[in-house]
């Protein structure tokens, strides 16, 4: 039903190591191997591209992530104790939390188009009722003009101001990190794309699910779609596409991790994560990633999640968008009116939605799959889904015409993005600095 999740974290046994500055990037293995006895340690560092080959590393007891400073460890009951033991502020080990399993961010599955559009709507005229008797506070947003999909452009490049900026995402690199894309789209045809897969099993990146090329769609794709409105919003973006989720809509942080190291050694600019748990405690390790990313002028969007029932339940920011360095994107609906499934900020630090972006009935490039499998063999190479997931290469792909336009990067775009927002009266617990907005 709308607004349900199932991105519950569910644990795999392994644990995740946050190592400290003090034991160094050359001392990552040595540290496990010293304090947990582990003699099977795999690094990135050991491979020329500093990319994991999980055919070389599927007997390691454990994988460090050289460039994060994260390793995930199979380890015994006193091997996990020992590592915990070890951990402190200043030490060789930050921390050692549980890996989890994270799912994509799309709201609404099952729930017929027409039934969805519905209750959107209704939701947003009970809203605006509501605060229209309340003395109208929080009426302007609702009353504005409702976006709707043209001939020309989607709805959400119409109300982020994408369909009138003269940004392309020239120079800048943005990688989405998900179920992967459809390589074999039209609308991507003679576009330089790198990719690679981080599931086990899998080594292309094609995608078998679809998510993931709805979301690529709608960061950085075409100026002139093969057919139909124009949906992409970096469209001379330089894409990379990392494969982290399988084809079934979830994923370990193994791959997550592996899929972020890979991005951080290309140098890209933007990351986009359409993916998550319900967890609400800050995972170390991606807060830990997240900073180095700033810090490496990378920055990283994730969707804030899709856990809300509004408005009986707001429901809150899960892992890793609650990461105060990991911006979160919540997801607003045609008449700039938050979506019934985004998740509300919470007291947790970091676990605030930072912008908003269009999430509701988004329209963007879907793969065609084989006639009887399980997406039900759609004959066409677009769909029209909603989520926090849709919102958030929404602000990705505008990240990247920021980045074009005023060469900033890390922390100082993630401002811009913030303060370039158009405010909108709905509570910033909601869509925190506003909707986002391409350059002029």
Known sequence: MIGTSNADGTQTGRR?????????????????????????????????????DHTQTARAQATVFADLGVAVVAADDDQASALAANCSADGDILAV???????????????????????????????????????????????????????????????????????????????????????????????????????????????????????????CGPRTPSTGRRFGIAYEATLFVGKVLGDDGSGADEGILAGL?????????????????????VSAAYETVGRRALSAGTLIVAAAGNNANRPADPGFVGVPANSPSIAAVGATDQRSA??????????????????????????SSWPVFPPGSSEGGAASRYNTISGTSMATPHVAGIAALWAQTTGRRGRDLWTTLTQQARRLDVPASDVGAGLVQAPR
Do not use: K
């Not at 034991?23 to 690094?43: H, I, K, P």
């Not at 009426?139 to 003269?166: C, N, R, Y």
């Open 261 to 281: 190291n890979w991005a951080l050694t290309n140098r890209v600019d933007v990351v986009s994560m359409s993916l998550g748990a319900d967890v609400r405690t």
């Open 16 to 52: 995740l190591v946050v190592f400290g500055d003090a034991a160094g990037e050359s001392g990552y293995a040595d540290v496990l191997r010293r304090v947990a006895g582990l003699t099977e340690v795999a690094s990135t560092a050991d491979f020329g591209d500093r990319v994991v």
């Open 97 to 219: 939390e549980p890996e989890r399993v994270h799912s994509i961010r799309t709201a609404g599955t099952g729930v017929p188009d027409a039934d969805r559009a519905a209750y959107l709507r209704g939701y947003s005229d009970g809203v605006a009722d509501l605060a229209a008797r309340l003395g109208g506070v929080a009426t302007t947003a609702l009353a504005t003009q409702a976006f709707a999909d043209t001939d020309e452009f989607t709805w959400g490049l119409l109300a982020t101001g994408v369909s009138t900026t003269g940004a392309t995402g020239s120079g800048v690199r943005v990688a989405v990190l998900d179920t992967g894309l459809d390589l074999t789209h039209p609308d991507f045809a003679g576009r330089e794309i790198t990719s690679a897969a981080f599931v086990d099993g899998v080594t292309s990146a094609q995608d078998g699910h679809g998510h993931g090329t709805h979301c690529v769609g709608t960061s």
């Open 338 to 363: 938050i979506a019934p499934f985004s998740a509300r900020s919470t007291d947790v630090e970091g676990g605030n939605v930072d912008i908003a972006a269009p999430g509701v009935d988004v329209y």
